[in-house]
């Protein structure tokens, strides 16, 4: 491990213990959070591109494009992000709507708060099948992966209790390259039948 690496290993560890102390002393126990989006989502269905982030380096919050747009590039996510490569994780998303249930247990976030690529409302994303495809924008994604482990417990769990990305959070790989913009439409094109159509990986290659 690097010494960078291990200096922003440490300040985690910091951060997270704080938090946890803070959460006990205030007693905190909420319940777990979840979101109403919606009906399941069926051909057709449409929502709005609230926001749009990325992150020069893994590991922390995205913060929203200044130019108010990201390029997908053709199976290998967004452009200038992090977490772009030759995985099946290339592009994140969360629901506004989960983003305000995590406010309402307390939490001061926004938009790439939870290190989403676009954040997305009026659309239930988190019961969007595996292979599901989704017209955002110019480009489209399928849906490859809905939620994630989370194997080290973030200072957001800490002060809240719980998160809410790893459940509600989903990722796909991008089929058809585009640029995404604040307030494009994102449609279902294909409701996906649990397969997805590209080798899935931990990390990317």
């Not at 982030?53 to 995205?62: A, D, E, H, L």
């Not at 194997?151 to 640029?179: M, N, Q, S």
Request: glycine share 10%; aromatic share 6%.
């Amino acid at each position: 491990m690097s010494e960078e690496a291990s200096v922003r290993t440490d300040e985690q560890i910091i951060i997270n213990e704080t938090a946890k102390a803070l959460a006990e002393d205030l007693g905190i126990d909420n319940p777990l959070m979840i979101s109403d989006q919606g009906p399941a989502p069926s051909l057709g269905d449409t929502g709005i591109v609230k926001s749009v982030n990325i992150s020069p380096k893994k590991g922390m919050r995205k913060a929203p494009a200044k130019e108010g747009f990201i390029t997908l590039v053709a199976d290998f996510g967004v452009a200038e992000d992090a977490h772009a490569g030759d995985w099946h994780r290339q592009v994140s998303f969360l629901a506004e709507e989960s983003i305000h249930v995590a406010r309402e247990h307390g939490l001061d976030v926004w938009y790439g708060d939870f290190a989403e690529n676009v954040t997305t409302s009026g659309i239930n994303i988190k019961e969007m099948p595996l292979g599901t495809l989704v017209r955002v924008g110019e480009a489209l994604v399928e849906v490859s992966q809905i939620g994630k482990v989370c194997h080290t417990r973030c200072a957001i769990y800490y002060l809240a209790g719980d998160c809410i990305f790893p459940r509600e959070g989903i990722f796909g790989w991008v089929v058809e390259p585009g640029k995404v913009s604040v307030g494009d439409e994102i449609r279902v094109e294909k409701v996906g039948d649990g397969i997805v159509n590209r080798e899935l990986s931990d990390k990317p290659r």
